[in-house]
């Protein structure tokens, strides 16, 4: 029976916006998958259907934006120069953590996540603390690898869909499989069910899709892991493999080599094979598709390849260093996300092919890693997060990007990897000290009962 994946899948049409890296992913989440099978069980659906917001106008003198005017537009255009205190670290690094400041309810920063709200143990019940309530820590492993976590993935479990699968490749050589459980509701307990040796390649990519996942290594090879125990080598590139996608039935690699690679499996041979690799101009960090678009951040530039005619390199856009692509389809339009080194956090219009959106949301030393999408479930938000190398993560409301707030996931060290499931709110990060958590976006006020509550994810 031939391998392909499990066919085209585009958005479920919740009634927001859907995040997604590609189509025609197989089974499970890969990435920033949208809602799969297995997780449309009632068990996830306690929380309220997504709620359309179109236009959020007014709201200029709560966010740290300026000039916000009433009327709805996607992405603000200019007039936003400056530095923005998103994510700033002065002054809310550890609140919290000490005496309240004088002025009671004012020592706050309603734009920080409440550390104590994460883990439960928030007094400020009928009042706020001044800091942000929403955000669940439902667990996490300090140690989960001895070395940086560069890539992460969400599976499906096949065998109990109550309890999916994390995915970690790291550094340390080593790629590892968890299941998670819930416990009291509000926490996530991991069990290590895998723990494969690469052969002293670090694991620089993850992709699950058919029934197995592809793991893009330091030495560019790409290692096929079916669920049914077979083993898939694919050779041909020569640097670090840092973005793989499937489209349809094709696999596509980017790798620091400057190609990108389109693979396909022969029946015949029952083998995959490289079927053609298109030259860009620098090393690829990541790829993404719109269409027929194939959208390739290279350290130097983003390259458009078109699909519909044999990957030829089309228009692109002169942004240097970017990290992370991430495609966004909501009510006003989809939009390629884009974050880079330097600090900025741009959005194209795909319709037009403009820049729309680019702000520059941290200082120098400040790089943005990593984005992921997910919906707020207390009100069905988009968000956009996007994780720094500092340990923090911002959180942005799409399409607006107003930001709605900001937490330390790790402790002084890169987020290199995150993945969500949007639709349910959850969100995964991983820091360059091999640690691993889990994060739950959910109604603020009191935080959750733990003996007899409902469950928080
Ligand atoms: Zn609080």
Redesign the pocket.
Known sequence: MAYRSGGRRGGRGRGGGDFYRGRGRGGGYQQDGYYQDGYDDPQYQHHQPPVLQPARGGRGGQSYYNGRGGAYEPFGRGGRGGKRNAGDTDGMADH?GGPRRRGGQGG?NPLVY????MDGT???RSS??????GLLRLGGMPKAHSNGIDAMLIQENPEDSTKPILWTGSRDGKLKMWEMVEQDGSRLQFREKQDTNMQGCNVTSLLYAGDGVFVGQSNGVITCFRLNGQTFTLTGHTAPVYALLMLDDVLISGSWDATVRFWKFDAASQQFGCVQSVPVCSGVKAIANHTTQLWVATIEKIQVLDLSNNGTIGAGFDVPKVMDLLLYSGPSGSFMLAVTLSGHIKAFNLQTGAEEYDQQHSGPQQKIMKLAGLKDPSDGQDLLLFAKDNGWITALELPTMNERGSFRAHNEVEVRSMVSIPALGLLFTAGMDGSVAAWKFVPGGTPPCKAGGAPAW
Not at 128 to 133: A, V, Y
Request: charged share 15%.
């Open positions: 919290g706050g409440c550390r104590h709200f928030c007094q400020a706020p603390c001044g800091f942000k309530h």
